[in-house]
């Protein structure tokens, strides 16, 4: 979501196919199995382009106020600080994009983050893409001082605050910024109906999913960049949760896709490998097609 992996540009019409569609995955089981910065070395080995992790702080024991269901919602207590294992994987690979898929800002205070990410992309460079969301656990982003009904402007006021840092620190830093820009490429992960809007106002990628996005979300943004004055050419969309199957996936490359990512849940070495193994299959497959 390139340093030879740099972030795909969505719909662009005038680079040949293969050019522009990569293949990402997002790793959410923390364990034992195969410490995080493995898997992104074996991903790059395998020739996958992106590795993302998730964020969760906690998850309360008592949660009557959130709705959604989620099936296993207490294994996302365990997934480890991004920031702290996206360092160790820049340290142990070369090219692969990394980032967050997605960090929860309702859940962070902006300038402690604002570093932190600032320190990973002076590692990092170019590869690093900033996945951002609000969260769904209403008791978890309370906890941190964010009301529910505000989280979506909490994220935005807290990505300007970090995007205002980052371009101060620019001005007075003795070397240069990765590609020159104040801060990495910012992606906004949710399914819901207002995203789009949301994208074309402050985002430079959309991570969504077909399953949970109530409608066409290409053409949703398409109209949305168009109301916002943003070209929809300068922005990636990544679809989350995406099919193995070949057909299936060149199909949501036909529909505007521009990323395929792929999760890793498996609890086990060597389940985590094959499907490694599998995702990198399909990318040459796709590669080799278009």
Do not use: K
Request: aromatic share 6%; glycine share 6%.
């Amino acid at each position: 979501m390139d340093t030879a992996s740099s972030s795909v540009t969505a719909l662009d019409a005038a680079a040949p196919r293969a050019a522009r569609a990569t293949v990402a995955v997002c790793l959410t089981h923390h364990g034992d199995a195969l410490p995080p910065q493995q898997v992104a070395c074996e991903a790059e080995r395998r020739g996958i382009d992106a590795f993302y992790l998730p964020e969760n702080s906690h998850v309360p024991v008592a949660r009557p106020g959130t709705r959604r269901a989620f099936e296993g919602i207490e294994r996302l207590a365990c997934f480890y600080d991004p920031f702290v294992t996206l360092a160790a994987c820049a340290a142990t690979t070369t090219h692969i994009r990394l980032g967050t898929g997605v960090c929860l800002l309702t859940q962070r205070e902006p300038r402690a983050t604002a570093r932190v990410i600032a320190s990973l992309r002076a590692m990092a460079g170019d590869r690093l893409v900033l996945g951002v969301a609000g969260g769904f656990i209403r008791e978890a982003m309370e906890n941190h001082g964010s009301p529910f009904p505000a989280r979506w402007r909490v994220v935005r006021e807290r990505v300007a605050a970090m995007r205002e840092l980052w371009a101060a620190e620019a001005t007075t830093a003795p070397s240069p910024r990765p590609s020159g820009r104040p801060g990495p490429p910012i992606w906004i992960g949710s399914n819901s109906r207002q995203v789009p809007a949301r994208v074309a106002a402050y985002a430079d990628g959309w991570m969504t999913r077909e399953a949970l996005y109530p409608g066409d979300a290409i053409a949703d943004l398409r109209t949305a960049c168009a109301e916002h004055g943003r070209d929809v050419d300068d922005i990636t969309v990544a679809l989350m949760a995406a099919p193995l199957d070949a057909a299936a996936a060149s199909r949501a490359l036909d529909a505007g896709y521009r990323e395929l990512v792929y999760v890793v849940a498996e609890t086990d070495a060597d389940a985590m490998l094959r499907r490694l193994d599998a995702v990198a299959a399909l990318a040459r497959g796709l590669r080799e097609a278009r």
